[in-house]
């Protein structure tokens, strides 16, 4: 607000409409005229080289030149802001640039940036395409992703990567101009660390973050606020890598981060009880035994009766063509109407069904499922797989061993490869 505000005042200025503006209005504009002009305030023309007289009156040369410019504190709260909104490395923010793609294409829809970020530590794969979006990272699946009609420049997004990196953008414009550059943090500072005197600056450190932290008062940080404490924070509130592995996420970064072990065990306990009481209480998918099949041949009326069906359907059913996965969806949908349900929820869907031709499939994700509980957070893992994970292994129950261990040799290279899509929701349609 009070850079756009000094902005209009210059562009107001320029172009003579301050005449009935108060005196010290129509020499603020002067004053900013000169500056955005020259890079500095008209001074004495004395040895002392002093800002003039009437500049003083106006303001100190911070301030003036914050009229139109970002300042150190201003890039250090920007910081805080990116790094806590995206989870990214502080270095990878520090070092981004203003550079992007809108994949949106200013169309209305829900706006989005497309930024390239650079991770040194991560070697051939250290450069990155990231999508800043219009979402906030703690907004669920179906929340709205803003006001699609808004335009840059409208209203103060501080809650979204999208919005934050826009404005960083705006701002920091001229400060790039004056520097030929196209880093994304620019700003003018009265001086710097090292002897440094007053100009512009792109390089982005610790100490503007610790800067803004100690102003205010109300953050009970020990030490301050920290870009890698922020990160850290992110990592554990969203349980999901950010530019890292899951199983990086679990084994490296939460467990530094366990002063509150008990509190997240707990959490953990308790989301893990619900998911079984869930996979418990809720509708189970119908299963068809070899024994149905069989009679399925001599007497498909019987069968497709007890199972909710017409005998079209069974038969559409045992030749494969209803497949989802882990079973068969029986539901009868007319036209261009699809499901955009994902086919993990056929396990508690009341129009699914199953025959042993499914049980290799159900084996194989079982299976998976057991083994990416120990490449995850365990409330993520608790939270998204749990119940389909007890949901699978009660029907591995109602199998029995042999039948289990015959459907885990007869799992083919397809089937995994089916399975691998299936876990990373590639089949989902929304």
């Known amino acids: 607000m009070r850079i756009r505000a000094g902005r209009e005042l210059l562009a107001e200025w320029r172009r003579g409409d301050v005449l009935d503006h108060p005196k010290a209005t129509q020499r603020r504009g002067k004053l900013l005229d000169y500056l955005d002009r020259h890079d500095d305030v008209p001074r004495s023309s004395s040895g002392v080289n002093l800002p003039k007289n009437w500049v003083w009156v106006l303001g100190s040369v911070a301030d003036h030149f914050a009229q139109l410019h970002l300042t150190s504190f201003d890039v250090g709260a920007f910081a805080v802001l990116l790094v806590g909104l995206t989870g990214q490395n502080p270095t990878t923010i520090a070092k981004a640039t203003a550079e992007h793609h809108r994949p949106d294409g200013h169309a209305g829809g829900p706006p989005s940036a497309m930024v390239k970020l650079d991770k040194p530590r991560r070697g051939p794969g250290r450069h990155m395409n990231v999508a800043l979006t219009s979402v906030p990272p703690w907004a669920r699946h179906g929340m709205p992703a803003g006001d699609p009609s808004s335009r840059a420049g409208d209203t103060l997004d501080l809650h979204t990567p999208f919005g934050v990196y826009m404005l960083l953008v705006e701002l ?70 950010v530019a890292h592995t899951e199983t990086t996420l679990a084994n490296e970064y939460l467990v530094r981060n366990r002063g509150n ?170």
């Open 172 to 241: 920091a414009a001229p400060a790039r101009v004056r520097l030929d550059t196209d880093a994304l943090f620019a700003w003018w500072a009265p001086r710097g660390g090292k002897g440094a005197g007053r100009g512009y600056r792109t390089r982005l450190e610790s100490s503007h973050v610790l800067t803004w932290s100690k102003q205010h008062r109300n953050l009970d940080v020990a030490g301050g606020v920290t870009l890698a404490r922020l990160r850290l924070t992110f990592n554990e509130l969203q349980q999901r890598p």
């Open 261 to 430: 072990l008990a509190e997240y065990q707990t959490v953990v306990a308790t989301t893990l009880a619900e998911q079984v009481k869930k996979a418990d209480t809720r509708a189970r998918m119908q299963i068809l035994s070899a024994a149905d099949v069989a009679e399925a041949r001599t007497n498909p009326t019987a069968v497709a009766a007890r199972y909710g069906m017409d005998t079209q359907t069974l038969e559409r059913l045992l030749a494969g063509e209803l497949n989802t996965v882990l079973g068969a969806c029986v539901d009868g949908v007319e036209g261009d109407q699809k499901c955009t349900a994902s086919f993990m929820l056929c396990l508690g869907c009341p129009c699914a069904r199953a025959t042993p031709a499914h049980l290799p499939l159900q084996v194989a994700v079982h299976d998976a499922l057991l083994t990416r509980k120990a490449t995850v957070t365990p409330l993520r893992w608790a939270t998204r797989f749990a119940e389909p994970y007890y949901r699978l292994a009660d029907l591995l129950d109602l199998a029995g061993g042999t039948a289990v261990v015959d459907a885990r040799a007869a799992v083919t290279d397809t089937d995994a490869e089916l399975v691998r899509h299936f876990l990373e929701r590639d089949l989902d349609i929304a």
